[in-house]
């Protein structure tokens, strides 16, 4: 079994969400417009939820409200999750994106309009396969059909294969694989239980151990089977007149059938933005987040281009990398700016598929991302002092809040220890090179950030390389949101192989001068 190696994750708490009662009421109202009867949402700004709220019916038959802890049928956002897995076995060097899927499967997948192309791992997460979807069997067999839930394996191979019981003509596209894009929900099926071949275990049991526990996701599950259905959003459209979908399964599970809370999808979104570099590392998603393929769809503003799994879009001028989701009775958004590190997801469980629910939909994303901007606008000291060793901010705008350092040990072999009083809005910031421990005392939260030793001491320059990976990243590394009474160490979080708690710039030997500015 082959276990993605993740360095030790520090659960450092969430700013607190701040309620906007206009904004409430834009979504009431845009939930009216589309019929949507359930919607949870937040915007996520460096890593951090800074607002989230939640609205309307989880269940209408059982009179169940929407929570922050309900339960979404992701839909096509689960994809984001399967190509993390693949993209971490990627990075251990057991696949290659160029490799024949033929090489990590236990049956041989041949378009057989091209029978001597070979279909790669690259094709798959691009969209660019030739495997074509047969949209009348998912309808047919998925939800109206009332049948258990079956094999990954079992399924695949006998729809990829000819001869299999749910083989057809339209299994493949007549092209080249590789020569076209057309959406793929089979192919995505193929990228999990390649996973499965690899490490020899399930896929779920492959994303619970390397994505879901490092995350906190505990809740976060591929099959219904395995929640409490009282806590999970019951699927609806309107017909007109509300009509329950039922909890459906669909046989390709891994390209949408992930179900989530809004707490639980943010941590995943979080660390996508740098929050945790222990998901992948930087260049991989570097080459996630970078277009390959240009689709040639503009519906709705829904696509710019494909990277690896996630897709680009530009709304009012943003772009923004992520993906939808859209089956029977969900509809499902989350997405992100890379560089400006704001980000937006929203969950629902059903509206008006003719009518306006999705416009509806798009236009509560960009009113949360304008919410999202304004916040990251107002507290641009966040990003002050990062040439510092560390730099702690205090989140609270009325209270002071206290923290406790030890520096040490500097100079003389001393250490120093002391309380330290910031005001609200305020920061301290130390450039010392000695490993430090800070315990929050409160009242308020504040925002710690630790940057790594520079082991290119002759330069100073500003990237480092892992000697373990050997791969080089920025030195700014960890952002923290510290609650009162929470002691932390810096070093946490940091690719294997690295030193821990070391500081970036050189402090004062003699230990007289501390380089300490307190604003």
Not at 119 to 130: K, R
Not at 138 to 146: M, P, T, V
Not at 382 to 399: M, P, R
Request: charged share 15%.
């Amino acid at each position: 079994m082959i276990k993605h190696i993740v360095p030790f994750l520090l659960f450092i708490g969430l700013v607190s969400a701040q309620p906007n009662p206009d904004l409430d009421q834009f979504i009431l109202n845009r939930m009216d417009s589309g019929y949507i009867p359930g919607l949870s949402a937040c915007a996520v700004v460096n890593g951090q939820v800074t607002w989230s709220n939640s609205y309307g019916t989880a269940n209408m038959t059982l009179n169940i409200p929407v929570t922050e802890d309900t339960h979404f049928l992701l839909a096509s956002i689960s994809k984001l999750v399967t190509a993390t897995a693949v993209m971490q076995l990627y990075e251990d060097g057991e696949i290659e994106l160029h490799d024949s899927i033929n090489q990590h499967l236990p049956f041989t997948v041949i378009n057989p309009f091209y029978p001597d192309t070979e279909i790669t791992l690259y094709m798959l997460l691009t969209h660019t396969s030739s495997i074509k979807e047969d949209l009348t069997f998912s309808e047919e067999y998925s939800i109206f059909g009332n049948n258990p839930e079956m094999d990954l394996e079992y399924f695949l191979s006998n729809y990829l294969v000819l001869g299999g019981e749910f083989y057809s003509s339209n299994s493949y596209y007549n092209y080249q694989p590789g020569a076209q894009w057309n959406y793929s929900n089979i192919g995505f099926a193929l990228i999990a239980l390649i996973v499965e071949s690899i490490v020899g275990q399930s896929f779920e049991e492959y994303c619970e151990i390397n994505i879901f526990d490092p995350l906190g996701m505990a809740e976060t599950s591929w099959h219904f089977e395995d929640m409490d259905e009282s806590n999970v959003a019951m699927p609806y459209e309107w017909m007109p007149g509300w009509e329950e979908m039922g909890h459906y399964f669909i046989p390709y599970y891994p390209s949408a059938q992930l179900r989530s809370n809004i707490n639980e999808l943010s941590s995943f979104l979080s660390a996508y933005m740098g929050n945790w570099s222990g998901l992948l590392n930087d260049d991989t998603v570097e080459l996630m987040l970078t277009e390959h393929i240009d689709d040639g769809w503009s519906w709705m503003n829904m696509s710019e281009g494909w990277g690896l799994g996630w897709y680009h879009k530009i709304i009012n001028g943003r772009d923004l990398w992520g993906h939808n989701g859209m089956m029977w009775g969900v509809l499902t958004e989350m997405f992100f700016s890379p560089e400006d590190k704001v980000g937006v997801i929203i969950l629902t469980n059903g509206g008006d598929y003719f009518g306006s629910w999705y416009t509806d939909v798009i236009a509560i994303e960009n009113a949360i991302l304008d919410y999202g901007y304004e916040y990251l606008a107002l507290h641009q000291e966040i990003n002050i002092n990062y040439n510092a060793g560390w730099n702690i901010v205090n989140l609270s705008e009325d209270k002071a809040t206290t923290v406790h350092i030890n520096v040490g040990p500097i100079g003389y072999s001393w250490n120093k220890n002391f309380d330290r009083t910031i005001s609200p809005g305020g920061f301290l910031a130390h450039a010392l090179e000695p490993k430090s421990t800070f315990d929050n005392k409160g009242p308020g939260d504040i925002l710690l950030n630790c940057q790594r030793h520079r082991v290119e001491s002759a330069s100073r320059v500003d990237w480092k390389r892992d000697p373990g990976s050997q791969k080089t990243y920025q030195p700014n590394y960890h952002l923290d949101h510290v609650t009162p009474s929470t002691y932390i160490e810096p070093g946490m979080g940091q690719p294997e192989g690295t030193e821990r708690g070391l500081f970036s710039q050189r402090g004062d030997s003699s230990g007289g001068t501390t380089g300490e500015i307190d604003r």
